[in-house]
């Protein structure tokens, strides 16, 4: 309840903002118009952000046909945290990484890159689509998107107030007081849109643990994730930073001056307190919490040594093909993820 009230505070900053600056640029009037295009702009974002973002970030839908076992994690995740299954989408990126989007868990999305399913384990897979399930539960996905529409819309408009409101001499707060508006208030809004999305990300680690039963892999995940995000660009993030804060791990932080103004906590905090959960897991190890939290069959057959024989580590997990690069595939061969 803290949480949705702390967050419904932030998107008024976020809407107050583009109306100061409408006002700076036009008076009243200019008040008026912001507050019509603000509202307008989040019905938009509520029934297309899903569409919006997935384009964006070059995302294509992937068929259980083409990677059943993935379908297989989703669905059985998805029972787990008593949501829908969303749709699944696959992203050409070479960056290992995830990230939600969706108005509600019945019309929800998650996309994960080919570079998360060649890199991670299968059980560091499953924490990550934990957490972006985690996410979708909450309804983080219609937050975040909203809130980043928003704040980019603050930037632009107040590129526009640079060059028209603030050489206006009858603006309220007068020309110098112009300026400075509307160099601070994308500023302001790139803070809101951080504080939104740290609070967001440490809950959806401890939900996604509790939905994957598995603390410690989602921490495995965030470091190894982290890890080659700084080595490797994510080239559809960096066309729009602004979603950067979508993604389990900020996709930018490879790039200098990106940690500055990070959209996401320090990983370090995510994983200690991650492993914080594992050992109080592990305590009172005779509970039926693990009964509660169905771990994947994958694993539970390694455990008791039915699992088949595994691929070589360096072979990698097969990446799910999309609609256009199954025309060019063989069609016969088959792998873990289908």
Not at 79 to 102: C, H, K, M, R, V
Not at 120 to 149: G, Q
Not at 230 to 246: E, F, T, V
Not at 310 to 326: F, Y
Request: proline share 5%.
């Amino acid at each position: 309840m803290l949480n949705a009230i702390r967050t419904t505070f932030l998107l008024a900053v976020l809407t107050g903002l583009f109306m100061a600056i409408g006002f700076v640029i036009g008076g009243t009037g200019g008040l008026m118009l912001a507050l019509m295009i603000a509202l307008m702009m989040n019905l938009f974002s509520f029934w297309n952000s899903d569409k919006i973002v997935l384009r964006m970030q070059n995302a294509q839908a992937i068929s259980y046909n083409q990677s059943p076992d993935l379908y297989e994690m989703v669905g059985r995740l998805s029972e787990n945290a008593g949501i829908p299954a969303p749709q699944i989408y696959l992203i050409q990126s070479d960056q290992p990484n995830a990230f939600a989007t969706g108005r509600n868990p019945e019309n929800a999305a998650v996309a994960v890159s080919t570079g998360l399913i060649k890199r991670l384990d299968y059980d560091e897979i499953e924490a990550v689509v934990a957490h972006e399930l985690a996410h979708i539960r909450s309804r983080d996905t219609l937050t975040m998107t909203i809130t980043a529409t928003l704040a980019g819309a603050i930037s632009m408009l107040a590129q526009f107030g640079l060059f028209f409101g603030a050489r206006n001499n009858n603006s309220p707060i007068g020309p110098i007081g112009s300026i400075l508006m509307v160099i601070v208030a994308p500023l302001a809004a790139l803070l809101v849109q951080m504080a939104v999305s740290r609070v967001r990300e440490y809950e959806a680690d401890r939900d996604g643990a509790e939905i994957c039963g598995n603390p410690e892999a989602l921490a495995r995940a965030l470091d190894k994730i982290a890890t080659h995000a700084k080595q490797i660009a994510n080239p559809y993030a960096r066309r729009s930073p602004g979603m950067a804060h979508m993604y389990i791990i900020n996709p930018l932080i490879g790039q200098r001056g990106d940690n500055l103004f990070s959209t996401h906590p320090d990983v370090k905090n995510r994983i200690a307190a991650l492993l914080d959960m594992a050992k109080a897991q592990r305590v009172d190890q005779n509970t039926v919490q693990n009964e509660a939290w169905p771990r994947s069959r994958h694993i539970e057959a390694q455990q008791t040594g039915r699992a088949h024989k595994k691929a070589p580590r360096s072979a990698g997990w097969r990446v799910p093909q999309t609609a256009r690069d199954d025309q060019e595939t063989d069609k016969t061969s088959k792998g873990p993820w289908g």
